[in-house]
Each structure stands twice: as structure tokens, then as C-alpha cells.
């Protein structure tokens, strides 16, 4: 297994995450973070920050994220400013689009960082039992319903918000990306979009085999998944049990991202799990703090040119698919 930490190799540029903010030069990146507002995403907004990077922090809520740009601005960080985005909303997507082109003609670096559980979770009851280390051991899998609903509107939003979301974000914001000279996609993952927790062999080895994967083919998947979601078919199928919207938008944005990768050679794309970190999405559980959680997608996006696409980073390390 081949790794990439961040602290690179001699014949590589180094990447600092901890530097404090200096005099920014006349021309910066440009970076664009999607749920920037809080947790991970507000943390990943203030490394790029710190690296002379200027940053674009969005979120749906704009007292939200206007709040986040002063907290800090408040810190020393001139070099932020916010952008509403709702990334289920295309009107939404495409006034950021705007604003991008117009304010800066380009875009270096997207880091999509938004998303959703989709479920309902009971926070007294998921902190008692132990947070998603219980939820996600699959041999409790019957037990984890008692402290968390999954009803089929909360699947379809997940799946609307961290694969469709992210890949019409994407797609609105690439002709920007390919302007720019060290071009940087970075896809927030999670372990548990990893092909082991897919019991279907069938669609495991599709997933595999990224010559022939297309978006086509990751949406009439997702289609047949939310099908089986209504008919309560998802055992019976080989589908991820529990969480499985959430585990089956990581699958996608996986194979999205490879499929990006080999399409747009030019531009350097990958997702990163960021690991366990205590958020208000984990009811504040976790292995690692936000500003952990955020170093292997800032290290990920700061990359030199050189540098692996279309792979999966286990937070510092390049990991498989599977």
C-alpha cells in the first residue's frame, strides 16, 4: 500500500498545516468549502486560510455562515469571505457559480464537504450506546434501530445532499477548476463507503471495475437501492445495513470521484475519510477533534502537482476502495 502523509517527501513541496496567517500575496488560490459554517467544514476553511489561501466558506443558513467569516476574521483571517449555498438547490449552486467567475476567474481548489446522516438519531440514546461504533458493528444491526430511525424521506435527502448535491456543485464549478493551473477536487468520504460493506457481489464488482463505470450507471444504482429502500428489501438485496443511505452516497461519491479522475486528467481528484471526529453531526462523539478531522482534507488539497487522483485517503494515507 502506497502512502502520502503530510509530511511529504524531499523530493516533494512540504505542506504545513499549522503556519499562522502572514501578508497575502498579490494573487491567492481560491478554495471553495461547502458546509463551511461549522465542525470539519469551518476547520478546513481556517487551514486553507492559514496557508494564504482565500477562501470561499459556504452554507445554507447565511446568519450561520456569516457568523463563522467574522469568528474568523476575528482570529486574523482577512483572506475569508462567505457565499450562501444551498447544494440541493441548482438556482443556488449556479449564483455561486457566478459569483466565483466574476470575483476571482477561477477556482483552484473545492473541497465538498457537506452532508447528512440520514436518519433520525435519539442523542441520549447514541451517546449511551456507544455513538457509531455500536450503530456500525453490523451484529447490531437490529439493536441500532432501537436509538435511530431511518424512514425512506430521510435516505432520499441524504442521497440528494451528499452524492447529488456534491456532484451538481461539482459539475457547475469544473469549467472554473480547469482555468486554473494546480486544479484540486476533494470529496469528504467515510470508511463506510468502502465496497466491504456492500454484500452484493454483483454491484461490488461493477463498482470495481472503473474502465467501465459511469455516472449512468451510479444513478440507476442508486434508483434501484432507494426501490428496494421502499419495499424493505435492502437485506434481502446485499444493500448496507444500517445507515445505508449514508453508506451508499459514500459508495458513490467514491466511484465518482474516480470516474472525475479519469475523465478530467489534468485536475488532481480525490475523496478523503477524515476519520471520527466530534461534531454536532456525531452528537459530539468521536476519536478526533474538527481540527483533526481536518488535516487529511487540507493536506489532500495542498498536494504537490505530482501527486496521486482518483485515490482514497484514510485520513494521511492513500487506503483501497475496498
Known amino acids: 500500500m502506497s502512502s502520502i502523509t503530510a509530511n511529504a517527501s524531499a523530493s516533494s513541496a512540504e505542506v504545513n498545516l499549522q503556519v ?3 501578508a497575502a500575496p ?8 461547502t458546509g463551511g459554517n461549522r465542525g470539519i467544514g469551518l476547520e478546513i476553511c481556517r487551514q486553507l486560510a492559514s496557508n ?6 459556504t452554507a445554507r443558513d447565511e446568519k450561520r455562515g456569516n457568523e463563522a467569516v467574522d469568528f474568523l476574521k476575528k482570529l486574523g483571517f482577512s483572506n475569508v469571505v462567505f457565499h450562501q449555498l444551498d447544494i440541493k438547490d441548482p438556482t443556488s449552486i449556479s449564483s455561486l457559480a457566478n459569483f466565483i467567475k466574476n470575483q476571482f476567474g477561477k477556482l483552484d481548489i473545492l473541497v465538498n464537504n457537506a452532508g447528512d446522516f440520514g436518519v433520525i438519531i435519539d442523542p441520549e440514546n447514541f451517546r449511551a450506546k456507544g455513538g457509531f461504533d455500536f450503530i456500525l458493528d453490523f451484529e447490531n444491526a437490529e439493536k441500532a434501530m432501537e436509538i435511530m430511525e431511518q424512514p425512506y424521506y430521510k435516505a432520499e435527502e441524504c442521497l440528494k445532499i451528499n452524492y447529488y448535491g456534491m456532484k451538481n456543485v461539482t459539475e457547475a464549478l469544473l469549467p472554473l477548476l ?7 477536487i476533494v470529496n469528504i468520504s467515510s470508511v463506510y463507503g468502502l465496497l466491504r ?4 457481489e454483483k454491484v461490488r464488482a461493477q463498482l470495481t471495475d472503473i474502465d467501465s463505470l459511469t455516472e449512468e ?5 442508486l434508483q434501484c437501492f432507494l426501490k428496494d429502500f421502499k ?3 435492502l437485506e434481502s438485496n446485499g444493500w448496507p445495513i444500517p445507515i445505508s443511505a ?4 459514500h459508495v458513490t461519491i467514491n466511484a465518482y470521484t474516480r470516474i472525475l479522475a479519469r475523465k478530467f486528467s489534468k485536475l488532481q481528484i480525490n475523496c478523503v475519510d477524515p476519520g471520527y471526529v466530534k461534531t454536532d453531526l456525531t452528537c459530539k462523539m468521536g476519536d478526533l477533534t474538527p481540527e483533526e478531522g481536518a488535516r487529511a482534507p487540507v493536506m489532500v488539497a495542498l498536494l504537490p502537482d505530482d501527486s496521486p487522483t482518483g485515490s482514497y485517503f484514510d485520513r494521511m494515507e492513500i487506503s483501497s476502495f475496498y
Do not use: F, G, H
Not at 480547469?178 to 484540486?184: D, K, P, T
Open 217 to 221: 450507471y451510479l444513478d440507476d444504482l
Open 26 to 33: 498579490k494573487t491567492l488560490r481560491c478554495a471553495v468549502v
Open 231 to 233: 419495499e424493505d428489501m
Open 20 to 22: 499562522e496567517p502572514r
Open 246 to 249: 449514508y453508506k451508499m452516497s
Open 52 to 57: 494564504n489561501i482565500l477562501v470561499v466558506l
Open 178 to 184: 480547469q482555468l486554473s493551473n494546480s486544479a484540486r
Open 197 to 200: 460493506y456492500l454484500y452484493n
